[in-house]
């Protein structure tokens, strides 16, 4: 099960706050941890991430 945590000041604004996933993947025998945010404000982040999430063998 991923780690589920919260980053920011926490006396931000709750939209302002990313929540993120750890995912703990194995890359070429390397152990990694990988941190996925959750929930992206603009549509450049979304796509981003999605660039990067094809990188990531499934």
């Known amino acids: 099960m ?4 919260m980053m920011g000041d926490p006396f931000m604004s709750r939209s302002s706050r990313a929540y993120c996933y750890v995912n703990h993947i194995n890359i070429l025998g390397i152990a990694t941890d990988v941190m996925v945010v959750s929930n992206a404000q603009t549509i450049a982040d979304r ?4 660039a990067i999430a094809k990188l990531i063998p499934q």
């Open 47 to 50: 796509a981003l991430l999605g």
């Open 2 to 5: 991923s780690k589920l945590w």
